[in-house]
């Protein structure tokens, strides 16, 4: 095309105009967009710090049950054990669970306690606390490969269990967590069936090991660590140790277990700690201690082998994981 | 507008955005704001910046087709090598973390876990294209045999998804979402060929 275009100069443009508003164009774009993609970023990121605004539980310090922690060993932060848990009902994310579960209510709260007892009972909180709190500070294994040290509060499930008189027929007991879609909505995508159940041998429940807890660091739980009552089965894949406990059943068979439900080839009843039998998709030989960069060696039973390894003596614990 | 022909200001932009979530990472593990498992974080983090990349290359053909976004090909192979950049960085943080620098327990690792296996062979699949990305490559090789290599992008991305697919332990949630865009984004391809083939013969109407 040649001859002057017909735009009249009134309309074109000032150059410095042009620049001016390039700039500006220009500058938004690099600002929306760093805003964007730190904003992405930001909303998957870990959360910070977690506060500990438990109530005080005054509790006996039993140091001789809190066993054998190597001298390498230390306990993990308050913020480390309130800021990464695997609570499903509120969320898979691990760093998002403290968040989500926060307004959960268990004030009110009560255990049912039944099934093959002489007394069946229902504890209320109240009830719970009365017991001698102990102190005990245990390795956490979980399943997927990492660890911790907690010192938890509780008391020994034994103690519960006398007090309602499991009859002779009594061979297992099975857990149920608290379920309720409006305290926990995300549960629908957990991807497990809900409520969520649990299971042991009745020699494991009244192993002097197995505890109740209702507390860490020597106040009562958050309530993404499982408030206000939970198992802590020190030797069993963390999975073991059910949360926000609301049922207690003694039974003559073995109760269903949720993770074994979910995936009967990956998850066993036992799934106690043992390094010499791999998960199908990952080895359980080692593990990561949360707080430290490399791994250490996963301990048979956990490091509690000296205490609970007779309760399996002559069984296959690669057919029975 | 001259938006789309300042091809330096886009490059910028790409340049700037991909690299400003590894310097986040970097800013939080020099703050130990990384949570309590950082190695769990950096090791997801970079993996699913991995997939963000190539999905995002996946997807410059479309807004090319469907808004006319011509300008977006030029930054295409840049965001490729972005997709490479952070699934190095998983890689190493795998091999450094998870694996101690013990590379001999690798092989038992990868023929344990299958997901290790598919993410390491569509790592491997990365590596050709990440060398082949220079325009001296795309002259040597010519143009159609260069984009009939770097078609293997959808196997890439396939792998990777499944990689992430089947670490996950139940909820299936994101991997599903990255699953649902690039069969989007694959589907488009096909109905575009179809289409084409039927373009070719004449049209019944």
């Known amino acids: 095309m040649s001859g002057s275009p017909n735009i009249p100069s009134s309309e074109i443009t000032p150059e410095a105009t042009f620049h001016n508003r390039r700039f500006f164009m220009k500058s938004a774009i690099w600002a929306g967009s760093a805003f964007a993609t730190a904003g992405l970023y930001r909303t998957f990121a870990p959360r910070p710090e977690v506060k500990n605004t438990g109530a005080a539980i005054t509790s006996v310090a039993e140091p001789a049950l809190s066993t054998s922690l190597a001298a390498d060993e230390k306990i993990n932060s308050f913020t480390e054990i309130a800021g990464y848990n695997n609570y499903y009902e509120f969320s898979t994310d691990k760093s998002e669970v403290a968040a989500k579960a926060k307004y959960f209510v268990t004030d009110p709260w009560s255990v049912q306690v039944g099934g093959l007892v002489q007394k069946p009972r229902t504890f209320d909180l109240a009830d719970l606390l009365k017991f001698e709190s102990v102190e005990r500070t245990y390795r956490f294994r979980c399943v997927e490969g990492w660890s911790m040290v907690i010192p938890w509060v509780g008391f020994p499930l034994s103690k519960l269990l006398s007090m309602v008189e499991p009859t002779s027929a009594a061979t297992h007991v099975g857990f149920e967590t608290y379920y309720d879609i409006k305290q926990m909505p995300d549960s629908g995508s957990a991807g497990i069936d809900l409520p969520y159940v649990e299971g042991l041998r009745l020699d494991e429940a009244m192993h002097p090991l197995t505890l109740l807890a209702t507390g860490l660091y020597g106040k009562t739980l958050p309530n993404q660590n499982g408030a206000p009552i939970r198992l802590v089965v020190p030797w069993k894949y963390g999975f073991k140790s059910i949360k926000s406990v609301v049922k207690i059943t003694l039974m003559d068979r073995e109760p269903p277990t949720t993770w074994s439900l979910a995936n009967p080839g990956e998850y066993g009843f036992y799934s106690n700690v043992n390094p010499t039998v791999d998960h199908p998709r990952w080895s359980q030989a080692r593990e990561r201690r949360i707080g430290e960069v490399g791994s250490r060696e996963t301990l048979m039973f956990n490091g509690y082998a000296e205490q609970v390894a007779h309760l399996y003596a002559g069984m296959d614990l690669k057919e029975d994981f | ?205």
Not at chain 2, 133 to 141: G, V
Not at chain 2, 149 to 168: A, E
Not at chain 2, 175 to 189: D, E, K, N
Request: glycine residues 8%.
């Open chain 2, 1 to 205: 507008m001259t938006f789309s022909s300042d091809t330096r200001f886009h490059r910028q932009l790409v340049v700037f955005n991909g690299l400003l979530p590894a310097l986040l990472i970097l800013l939080d593990a020099w703050r130990g704001k990384l949570g309590a498992n950082p190695v769990e974080f950096v090791t997801r983090a970079t993996g699913v910046l991995t997939l963000v990349f190539l999905v995002i290359t996946l997807m410059v053909t479309p807004l090319r087709k469907i808004y006319g976004w011509n300008w977006l090909l030029k930054q295409r192979r840049l965001l490729g090598l972005f997709a490479f950049f952070y699934g190095t960085a998983h890689l190493l943080t795998y091999l450094a973390c998870d694996r101690d620098w013990h590379l001999q327990t690798v092989i038992g690792d990868v023929s344990k876990r299958p997901f290790i296996a598919i993410g390491m062979f569509s790592f491997a699949l990365m590596i050709p294209l990440a060398v082949t990305s220079t325009n001296a490559m795309i002259k040597r090789l010519g143009g159609q045999r260069w984009a009939q290599l770097h078609r293997l992008t959808y196997y890439i991305t396939i792998g990777g998804v499944l990689h992430y697919y089947i670490i996950v332990k139940s909820d299936i949630t994101y991997p599903l979402i990255f699953a649902i865009i690039v069969a989007v984004l694959i589907g488009y391809r096909v109905v575009a060929s179809i289409k084409k083939a039927r373009g070719a013969a004449p049209r019944a109407s």
